[in-house]
């Protein structure tokens, strides 16, 4: 680049008769560079701004991530390096930001616009849920220091439902909710939700897009709890006060499904209770029929086996080869599913047995026969974005066009694609 007082006496000296190639030797400048600012094809003290070499390749970037929106980057770099591309990855990587190539995946935000608040949705009924901790259970509940106890109330009505469950992670909160639901009698038009980690990812306070897909499946929005103090209803503060006199109740020997029985009994009480909620009917409230089977969250439980060649869980036992005594196995099961797995920390499946209702107290013997097989990977239901393209897809025939159309530019251009 000229500066003006370089181009000033290039100028003087060009009018004195001087040529290009003597000015340029005295100002040590290029000579192509003094005759493009002599002759007006660019200004003294104005900087050339430098091409971008990726404006050629956006259309075929565009094509290639509206096909597939959760393409990988070095995919994509690597095609187009092969069309003729320049650049290298960082800069590529910059220019499909600056110029927002990528689509949003509406799987991976959830049901919320761009400032993580909620999209509005019909108006309809309304069903809001809240934890409930209940310190010190019974130790053969095996849900820890505390019982955690998912409320959902109907806004209008006022009728509860209650579910005891083992802890508040993903795929118990899937279970509890369609537990709560099946009691209430259907799924509302809105779920609202008090903001604990597997309801609102702590990186971006976002509705955590497993939970966006849950309730999609229920054929239901997710909204924010409406005021500030973090208070879900007056029937579920109403509960939550009748829940410590229940609480008081359950004895250190308590089984776990008598405790849910009472539990169940004190909703039932709470939904005759008062004018105003005797005046609310399930009609009122817009509830939609629920789906035939849960939504398919998977849930695992690390367990060891007994002397006996048993393992534990919900409240049964479930055997495997007596030789096992004393490993560690883990217990799959799809909340789908009438039955489960147990499998090895590898992964490989040494039984399945049918599902015996939870806390039965029952010890399941009979296996059905199990195909040997290489373990497929297993991802967590609900666990970062969706996996609708774990692997990336061919280019399409516009994308096929775009890039044909890339290589008859490059031969024009005098390039050299593979």
């Known amino acids: 680049m000229l500066t003006r007082e370089e181009y000033l006496e290039a100028h003087t000296l060009r009018c004195l008769g001087w040529s290009i190639a003597a000015i340029s030797r005295r100002l040590g400048r290029d000579r192509k560079t003094v005759r493009s600012y002599l002759g007006g094809e660019r200004i003294a003290g104005v900087r050339r701004p430098p091409q971008d070499e990726f404006l050629r390749f956006l259309p075929y970037c565009r094509q290639r991530l509206a096909d597939d929106a959760h393409l990988r980057a ?39 616009d761009g400032d993580g608040t909620a999209v509005p949705h019909p108006a309809g009924g309304e069903v809001r849920f809240a934890w409930l901790r209940l310190p010190d259970p019974p130790a053969r509940w095996g849900c820890g220091g505390d019982a955690h106890v998912l409320v959902g109330s109907l806004t ?15 795929p118990q909160l899937v279970e509890a909710v369609d537990l709560v639901l099946r009691r209430l009698g259907g799924t509302a038009n809105v ?17 955590a897009p497993a939970l966006a897909r849950v309730a999609r499946y ?37 089984r776990l499904q008598v405790a849910q029985g009472s ?18 009917s399930v009609a ?48 799959r099961w799809r909340l789908d599913e009438p039955y489960l797995s147990i499998v090895t920390p590898r992964g490989a499946v040494i039984a399945r047995h049918e599902l015996a209702p939870h806390w039965a107290g029952r010890k399941v013997i009979g296996c059905q026969p199990i195909v040997l097989e290489h373990p497929a990977r297993d991802q967590r ?6 996996t609708a393209h774990a692997w990336p897809s061919p280019p399409s025939a516009a994308a096929l066009a775009e890039a044909d159309a890339l290589r008859g530019a490059g031969a024009v251009h005098g390039a050299q694609p593979s």
Not at 162 to 169: F, G, S
Not at 195 to 206: E, H, M
Not at 218 to 237: H, L, M
Not at 263 to 280: F, H, I, K, N, Y
């Open 74 to 112: 070095t995919v994509l770099f690597d095609e187009i390096v092969e069309l003729g591309y320049p650049g290298a990855y960082s800069t590529f990587t910059r220019a499909l930001r600056r110029h927002q190539v990528r689509p949003s995946c509406t799987d991976c935000q959830g049901d919320t």
């Open 156 to 170: 209008r009505s006022g009728r509860c439902g209650a579910v005891l469950a083992e802890n508040e992670e993903f």
């Open 284 to 331: 009122g409230e817009g509830l939609f029929e629920l789906p035939a089977t849960p939504f398919p969250a998977r849930v695992r439980a690390v367990r060891s086996v007994t002397s006996q060649g048993l393992v534990s869980f919900r409240g049964n036992e479930y055997a495997v080869a007596p030789d096992l005594a004393g490993a560690a196995v883990e217990v």
């Open 218 to 254: 229920y054929k239901a929005g997710i909204r924010w709890p409406s005021c500030q103090c973090g208070r879900s209803g007056t029937a579920v503060d109403d509960l939550r006060i009748s829940a410590q006199h229940w609480w008081r109740t359950v004895g250190r020997d308590t």
């Open 381 to 386: 239901a609900g666990a970062g974005c969706c």
């Open 191 to 207: 779920w609202r939700f008090d903001r604990t980690p597997a309801v609102c990812s702590p990186a971006t306070g976002r509705v």
């Open 263 to 280: 539990l169940d009994r004190l909703t039932q009480g709470m939904a005759v209770r008062g004018p105003e909620r005797s005046a609310g």
